[in-house]
């Protein structure tokens, strides 16, 4: 089969001209099409369910929400781990299911379930909710919504935040892979009716009749219509409350003919919903959002649609109030898609550089160098059709060398059997054409078998499943399309080239690549000549280097796989149980300002206290996340890499009492939480049902691993 291809390709030259071409246009749509980020996503498969019910206390949560919502979930198929968090007014239990199970299935089923455990949980007490279809990458935009320089004292939180809500919110969520809007601090507007006890009882009213009058007396209603000659008349009653006056206004009761209204009883003014969170920037309280984008969606492209819409909203905001993001996904695409471009061109270069020089015939490296790109555009029209992205696991392992491998088996062969048989002669097309087929139906075994050996290397890591899988198999697959992509050419592609472009002229002088070849060999000679005549010698050294490499070996460090620089830092703030959220964002504050004096490395500094209005990320109000966006590492000067620069942070805080940090980088502490339920690297869970007995434990757990050598602090 292969002696025909390579037959068919050279004798129709034309025609694998237009493959060629078609493949080069291919590939340049898929490259616009084909999804990028920065890693492979390895978040889970997972569902979570929310059930917020600000009345009830810890325990309460879990006994009369997240008990009956778990138990309803027991019998759900294709369930790997069911794990809830119940905290004061919240409960989240996130259903991890196996990765192939379609996700939209599984949300069906899960709704199905949570309908039924509805009934369970007492009335009024919280609805279960399933959160955004979305995943550890899914934060591609976060931002805030401040006033501008000169109308700070124009703007309240509460303003600001009725902002967010009802004009940013809004617009932002018909984008297209836009999946949710999240929505943090300031305070959520509402009208609060005060009510005087004293005056309830001197006129014999209770707080229910008030409240019963309250819910009767702020609706619209309907009473169908009236006909009257040829026109009807559509009856409609307009009761739904519109201001504090018509709050005001609603009539409680009636005593002898005499109204007594609400504003008798209470008083009626704007107030605060109770907040389970806050944000903080550069050392002020702050409202802002996070963009997340739906599960499989191009972060590139959503992020520039997102960019786009917020110049727009910019345009329809009150005077004096701006848009600012913090933290842009395409900040960290762009930086290691770069890092991905920048080795791909430089290592291209230089395979090409070396095909050149020793294969000792410019025409002969430029054919085999230009099967670089062209099997570069087939992976990456391969991955747009299989939904591979683009991102530094999948691009970041192709080797040139690997995909060059076949076509320099076969010009090398065409080239050598050239100067061997025709050495000073000038050939038609004809006959070249006869060389060269015959040449690569010799090799094509060598060349063809030699990369399909390299592509059984790869196939175990296709055998990879749950996060491994996810991380590697993108990387494999890329590698396996290009090297299938190189030998595809190398039989096609390859000799129709070297027939049409080689030298018809052969010529048997020495090149550059003879001497250089000659120079290797008479160094590789008399290194084998010694180690043939001092066997022992040899054979020793090579022992004593080989134990040697196993002592090594077995005191080195390990890690999954190395850590992602992605630019900006990621801390925590712990403070001790109990704490309020007033004390939190002013400690978060302290720690800001101390952080933006002393580290003129960091650019700004974001802290999400407690929970947002969608609590996918259920933290309680004395834990802080704080996002350090930093300048290029080049520009540092009190730290030379990250794991210094989180150890000059940790010793400058700790001249502030009683709090705990935690160190990490932001996509990196999500993928933990989101992934295991804790953002620490390393953490401990202790199961029971007694709280005392668990605590008891945690302590003595602590002071365990705070005796583990190069332990900073317990998880």
């Known amino acids: 089969m292969f002696d025909r291809i390579i037959t068919y390709s050279v004798k129709n030259k034309f025609v694998i001209g237009l493959f060629v071409a078609a493949l080069s246009v291919w590939g340049i749509f898929s490259l616009r099409q084909l999804p990028i980020d920065a890693v492979p996503d390895i978040t889970n498969n997972q569902v979570q369910i929310i059930t917020i019910s600000p009345t009830l206390a810890t325990q309460e949560v879990e006994q009369f929400i997240t008990t009956p919502v778990e138990l309803s979930l027991q019998n759900l198929q294709r369930v790997e781990e069911i794990r809830s968090i119940s905290r004061f007014g919240l409960s989240v239990i996130t259903v991890v299911f196996e990765e192939n199970y379609d996700i939209y299935l599984a949300r069906q089923l899960v709704t199905e379930r949570i309908n039924e455990a509805q009934n369970a949980i007492p009335s009024g007490l919280g609805v279960p909710e399933m959160s955004p279809i979305s995943t550890g990458l899914g934060e591609i935009y976060q931002y805030v919504v401040r006033p501008d320089q000169g109308f700070e004292k124009k703007y309240s939180a509460t303003e600001l935040r009725s902002i967010q809500d009802w004009i940013v919110k809004r617009q932002l969520l018909g984008i297209e892979g836009v999946a949710e809007i999240n929505s943090m601090g300031g305070y959520l507007k509402q009208y609060e009716v005060a009510v005087n006890p004293t005056l309830l009882k001197s006129l014999g009213i209770s707080i229910t009749d008030v409240f019963v009058a309250l819910e009767k007396s702020n609706e619209n209603t309907g009473g169908a219509y009236i006909e009257k000659n040829s026109n009807a008349y559509y009856i409609r009653s307009e009761g739904v409350a519109k201001s504090v006056d018509d709050i005001e206004n609603i009539v409680v009761s009636n005593a002898s003919g005499i109204p007594i209204l609400v504003k008798d009883v209470a008083i009626v003014e704007f107030g605060k919903a109770p907040r389970y969170g806050a944000l903080v920037r550069d050392g002020k309280e702050v409202v802002g959002g996070k963009v997340m984008m739906f599960k499989g969606a191009n972060s590139a492209q959503v992020t520039e649609l997102v960019k786009e819409r917020v110049i727009q909203i910019q345009k329809s905001l009150p005077p004096g109030v701006v848009i600012e993001p913090y933290l842009v996904r395409d900040k960290l695409v762009t930086t290691a898609i770069g890092t991905v471009k920048k080795n791909l061109i430089e290592g291209g270069l230089i395979v090409i550089f070396i095909l050149v020089l020793l294969l000792g015939n410019w025409r002969a490296g430029l054919i085999v160098a230009s099967v670089i790109p062209f099997a570069m555009l087939f992976a990456v029209s391969m991955m747009n059709l299989l939904g591979i992205s683009a991102d530094l696991m999948s691009l970041g392992a192709i080797d040139f060398g690997l995909i060059v491998d076949g076509a320099v088996i076969i010009v090398e062969a065409i080239v050598h059997r050239l100067q061997v048989k025709h050495s000073g002669n000038t050939l038609s097309q004809s006959e070249i054409d006869d060389e060269v087929i015959s040449s690569s139906q010799k090799i094509r075994n060598s060349a063809a078998f030699g990369e399909i050996i390299i592509l059984m290397v790869y196939i175990p890591i296709l055998a990879l499943v749950g996060i491994e899988g996810k991380m590697f198999k993108p990387m494999a697959q890329t590698v396996m399309l290009a090297i299938i992509g190189a030998l595809i050419l190398s039989l ?224």
């Open 492 to 715: 096609t592609y390859v000799p129709m080239m070297a027939a049409l472009f080689l030298n018809k002229k052969i010529s048997n002088k020495r090149t550059i690549a003879d001497k250089i070849i000659d120079f290797f060999q008479k160094g590789y000679t008399l290194i084998l000549n010694k180690a043939l005549q001092f066997k022992t010698f040899f054979v020793g050294i090579t022992m004593a280097i080989f134990i040697i490499s196993l002592y090594v070996f077995s005191h080195m460090g390990g890690e999954f796989i190395p850590t992602l620089e992605e630019g900006d830092l990621a801390m925590m703030h712990i403070l001790p149980p109990g704490g309020s959220l007033s004390q939190s964002i002013e400690t978060s504050k302290m720690i800001q300002n101390k952080l933006l004096k002393e580290f003129p490395e960091i650019i700004d500094v974001v802290a999400n206290i407690g929970s947002a209005e969608i609590p996918t990320d259920p933290m309680p109000v004395e834990i802080a996340d704080y996002v350090l966006v930093m300048k290029p590492k080049a520009d540092w000067t009190s730290a030379k890499n990250r794991p210094e620069m989180f150890e000059k942070i940790e010793e400058s805080l700790k001249s502030i009492p009683g709090v705990g940090y935690e160190f990490s980088q932001p996509i990196q502490m999500r993928f933990n939480e989101l992934m295991t339920g804790t953002k620490a690297d390393i953490a401990i869970k202790i199961y029971g049902e007694d709280l005392d007995l668990l605590f008891q434990k945690a302590t003595e757990a602590e002071a365990i691993i705070n005796k583990i050598e190069e332990s900073e602090q317990s998880m």
